[in-house]
């Protein structure tokens, strides 16, 4: 066999060895398949679908990888902007007295639930925050390595998407049901029909996104 027809083989076989390479590279492992329940509703909190076929895909390329960091340190500014809100308001109510006499939100319950919505709203900026330093500096390669294996990691992974968002939503439902709960112990009938209009509401925001989370959920276990 001649050299160059040699050399021209070897180079034909290199280049077949690395497109398998790449293409299994490309395929979403087995340990990011087959996961559990609870993994598939963390996705879906955090990446909008049950599966992780397409944030696997987005990390194969930099130019998604980017768009992928882009849009999370976007929720997480959000996230930590509506944490500040809640953190400043808390503050202000834990550490004043109502000036009407017939609203008094330092009662013993609804003291209790403006503190913690306080210390949920502290916890929140300090996870966004957190959460906000590592996207800003994560790698790509390391990204891939990290939830590869699945597991833990992936939980780790995934939690640190949702986790800040699930301290502002429980430090908003404290501060609500605090204002609830002082305006139903109100004397004043114009302060308590208030608080049964914002209690109609509330319910009315609540049931209407658990029925479209709940919705969503089962069209794509469907799609499964």
């Not at 987005?58 to 992928?68: D, I, R």
């Not at 000036?99 to 966004?128: Q, V």
């Not at 308590?192 to 914002?198: G, K, P, S």
């Amino acid at each position: 066999m001649a050299l160059p027809e040699a050399f021209s083989i070897y180079e034909i076989r290199t280049s077949d060895s690395d497109q398998s390479t790449l293409a299994e590279d490309r395929m979403l492992p087995g340990a990011l398949r087959d996961t559990s329940f609870l993994t598939r509703v963390l996705c879906l909190f955090a990446l909008g679908r049950l599966d992780l076929e397409a944030h696997w895909g987005s990390l194969q390329s930099e130019e998604a990888f980017n768009n992928v960091r882009e849009k999370l340190c976007s929720i997480l500014t959000n996230t930590i902007t509506a944490a500040g809100l809640l953190l400043a308001t808390s503050g202000v109510f834990v550490t004043t007295v109502s000036p009407a006499p017939y609203f008094d939100y330092t009662s013993p319950a609804p003291y209790f639930l403006l503190f913690m919505s306080l210390m949920m709203a502290i916890i929140a900026m300090l996870t966004s925050g957190l959460g906000m330093m590592r996207w800003l500096h994560a790698d790509r390669q390391c990204t891939r390595e990290q939830i590869k294996p699945g597991g833990f990691f992936l939980l780790s992974y995934l939690l640190s998407m949702v986790l800040s968002m699930f301290f502002v939503g429980l430090s908003l439902n404290c501060f609500i049901f605090a204002m609830l709960i002082a305006g139903f112990y109100s004397q004043d009938t114009v302060c308590r029909t208030i608080t049964v209009v914002w209690l109609v509401a509330y319910v009315g925001s609540v049931g209407s996104m658990s029925i479209e989370f709940m919705w969503k959920l089962a069209k794509c276990l469907k799609l499964l």
